[in-house]
Nanobody, 115 residues
């Protein structure tokens, strides 16, 4: 199982970024996918989840209305569109899936929101 995130970077407050997570090594279209973030000195927190079909999503209250999770099962990729970014969104963002044989995480991509 491999999850590879990309798309992070430095952005000004109010800006946008789109994160991608390319998955391999499992039947991607059978499993839900999550984005989780961890700010320095803080615990990891779930940001968003999408079901295997993409038909069901949920979000942390702190990102509702600003972030959108989606997936392309033909490309084995999950996305996180982040708009109206705030300094408190600064964190390392991880892609995660839960398989029958365990939890799998990517290496993370850093998002920094600063002027």
């Amino acid at each position: 199982v491999q999850l590879v995130e990309s798309g992070g970077g430095l952005v000004q407050p109010g800006g946008s970024l789109r994160l991608s997570c390319a998955a391999s090594g499992f039947s991607f279209n059978n499993y839900g996918m999550s984005w989780v973030r961890q700010a320095p000195g803080k615990e990891r927190k779930l940001v968003a989840f999408v079901s295997n079909s993409g038909g069901h999503t949920n979000y942390a209250d702190s990102v509702k209305g600003r972030f959108t999770i989606s997936r392309d099962n033909a490309k084995n990729t999950v996305y996180l569109q982040m708009n109206s970014l705030k300094p408190e969104d600064t964190a390392k963002y991880y892609c995660k899936t839960v398989l029958s044989r365990g939890d799998y995480w990517g290496q993370g991509t850093q998002v920094t929101v600063s002027s």
